[in-house]
Each structure stands twice: as structure tokens, then as C-alpha cells.
């Protein structure tokens, strides 16, 4: 290889409460440059968790797919979302259709699935006017803050994620599962470790449980990796969430989490968790043309109210099969 074609070096910024930006200056042929430094950001990612690249001036679709092709070996196709995207094919979406007053809280995506991505990429072509920055926080230091009784109990359980299907609320059967058909649906949920149940009226419940903490498929690190507290009743708005009881009842809630041996889990708890993730919490507002990477093994990573347009899209890579491990073993011998 010859000099010229090796990568320099990036600066990343490091301040305290901000995620690690590297700020450039826009070159000609932006997929060009992406995949020239390929290996240098995923590099930076694996040091810091996440990394924000400000200089690009993405611009619309087409150029965002390039750019998110030539840093990985291909994007993942969406199951099991929770919620309707929109998408531009192959991978791309935009950010999951949510109020623009109501938070989307720390989490790891589709930490659910028995194969999540391991890397997610975010690129913004249009900044809100004030909030909705995609903030983020270290899973590693957020479990180690956790007390012990707390992280104790769910790495014995770990945690389950319940699911109501409805024509009226969430992701239809066939954006969830690529398929409306019941026998298609079914296959998937055997395939990938789902209980189904389908109702009177035709509608679909799931449940399927899952390890709350994981070891990082590279460093071996112990790390809190769900969605327990972002898709947990009480994460809800107070009238958001009496409205969903009302109209499905406190069992047919669209999504709801509970302890892996199917207890509850209170207010207090979530509270908990959510606290312990604004505690850690990195945020830097959104520019137009921004490219933002995130380990979403160690990272978890938000989306904050906002005003205004805001348009940032999405793409998942790196699937993989992770190994919860022995975490706890004091735990796993009670």
C-alpha cells in the first residue's frame, strides 16, 4: 500500500458530559473518504465507546448509504421493531417514528433479538431547532453503578420483554416479522426463541426473555445491555400509560418489561435504572451533515425531545449472538 492511500490519524475531542468528536474538514468524495478511514473510526469507536464525526456535510439518502456501506460489510434488515420506520431500502431507515415531546430513554437496539447489531450508525440531515440529540452512555460504567441487589437479581433473571400486537399502536406483524402470514410468524418466533400466543380477536402476544447483562464480544467487559427500563410501563408518560391501560388492559399493553421470571418491576426500579443512565449520560446537539457511530454493545444511546424538523437516519451492522457468561457467580449458586 502506498503512503498516500493510508489514513491520518484523526483528533478527538474528549470534554466531560460529550460524547468524542473528530471534526473535519468536507472532502470531495465523502463514501471516498469513508472508506479510506474505514478502519481508523471503527478503531476510534472500539477505544471510546462512540464517535462523532462533524465535518462531513451529509446530505441526503443516497449519500448516507454510500458512507454507511463503505464502513461496514453490509447493513442489517430491521425485525422485531417496535416501531414503524421509515425506510430507503437496504438497510436504511429513518429514526423510529416517536413524539417529538415524549423522550426515547437509554437503550441498546434490539437488545431483545438473539442477534443484535453490534455497531449502529446515525447520520443528520436535518437538525431539530432545540433538544433531540441522540445522547449516549456507557453501559460498563452504568452496570457498575447499579447496586448490587438490583444487578444481582437481574443477572440471575435476567429480563422479559412481553409484546401486544394491535393494528392501532406500534409495528404491524409484517414490519416486526417481514411476514403477516401466521405460519411465517410463527416459524420466526420458534427460530429465535419467542413464546406466541394468539388471541380471540386474532391479535398476536409475545414474550421472550433475555440476559440483562452481557459480555463485550471483543474485551470480555461486563456490560448492561437491554431495554428494560425504555420499554417499561413505567417509562411512559402518566397519561400516555393510563390511556394504554385503559384501552388494552394492564396485560395487552403494547410492550411492557418484567423480571426474567415474570415478576414485575416497579416504578422505583425503572426510576433507578433511568436515574443511573442520566448520571452517565454524554450529549452533544445535532449539526446537519453530522455522522455519529455507536458501539451498541457498550453504548447505549437515547433520543431527547426536540422542536422543530429533525431528520436523522439509521443503520444497524455487526449482528451477533452474545454470551451472557458467568457474571454473578455468587448469584447463579443461590
Not at 157 to 180: K, P, Q, V
Request: aromatic fraction near 8%; charge should be negative.
Amino acid at each position: 500500500m502506498s503512503t498516500s492511500s493510508v489514513a491520518a490519524p484523526l483528533d478527538v475531542e474528549l470534554r466531560p458530559g460529550r460524547p468524542p468528536v473528530a471534526r473535519i474538514d468536507t472532502p470531495p468524495d465523502v463514501p471516498g473518504w469513508a472508506a479510506r478511514y474505514r478502519e481508523v473510526l471503527r478503531a476510534l469507536v472500539a477505544e471510546h465507546g462512540s464517535l462523532l464525526v462533524r465535518g462531513l456535510g451529509l446530505r441526503d439518502p443516497e449519500q448516507v448509504g454510500a458512507v454507511f456501506a463503505r464502513l461496514t460489510g453490509g447493513l442489517m434488515t430491521e425485525r422485531e421493531s417496535f416501531a414503524p420506520r421509515e425506510t430507503f431500502g437496504s438497510g436504511l431507515y429513518v429514526s423510529t417514528t416517536w413524539p417529538a415531546n415524549q423522550p426515547m430513554c437509554m437503550h441498546h437496539e434490539l437488545s431483545y433479538a438473539q442477534e443484535p447489531p453490534g455497531l449502529m450508525l446515525f447520520a443528520c440531515l436535518t437538525a431539530p431547532e432545540e433538544g433531540g440529540a441522540t445522547a449516549v452512555a456507557d453501559a460498563a460504567e452504568v452496570l457498575r453503578e447499579l447496586p448490587a441487589e438490583v444487578r444481582t437479581r437481574f443477572e440471575r433473571e435476567g429480563w422479559l420483554l412481553t409484546r401486544s400486537y394491535n393494528d392501532e399502536i406500534g409495528a404491524s406483524l409484517e414490519e416486526s416479522f417481514g411476514t403477516a402470514d401466521r405460519a411465517g410468524v410463527e416459524s420466526y418466533c420458534r427460530v429465535n426463541g419467542i413464546d406466541f400466543a394468539w388471541q380471540p380477536d386474532g391479535s398476536l402476544r409475545t414474550a421472550q426473555r433475555r440476559p440483562a447483562v452481557v459480555r463485550h464480544p471483543a474485551t470480555g467487559e461486563a456490560c448492561w445491555f437491554n431495554q428494560i427500563a425504555f420499554l417499561n410501563e413505567w417509562t411512559l408518560a402518566p397519561e400516555v400509560r393510563e390511556y394504554l391501560v385503559d384501552m388494552y388492559g394492564a396485560d395487552g399493553l403494547p410492550f411492557n418489561t418484567r423480571y426474567g421470571n415474570g415478576s414485575p418491576i416497579g416504578e422505583d426500579v425503572v426510576e433507578l435504572l433511568n436515574a443511573t443512565y442520566e448520571k452517565h449520560t454524554r450529549r452533544e446537539p445535532w449539526q446537519a451533515g453530522d455522522l455519529l457511530l455507536v458501539d451498541n454493545v457498550r453504548t447505549a444511546h437515547s433520543r431527547e425531545p426536540y422542536t422543530g424538523d429533525r431528520q436523522v437516519l439509521v443503520g444497524m451492522a455487526d449482528p451477533r449472538r452474545l454470551d451472557a457468561g458467568a457474571m454473578n457467580p455468587e448469584a447463579s449458586e443461590r
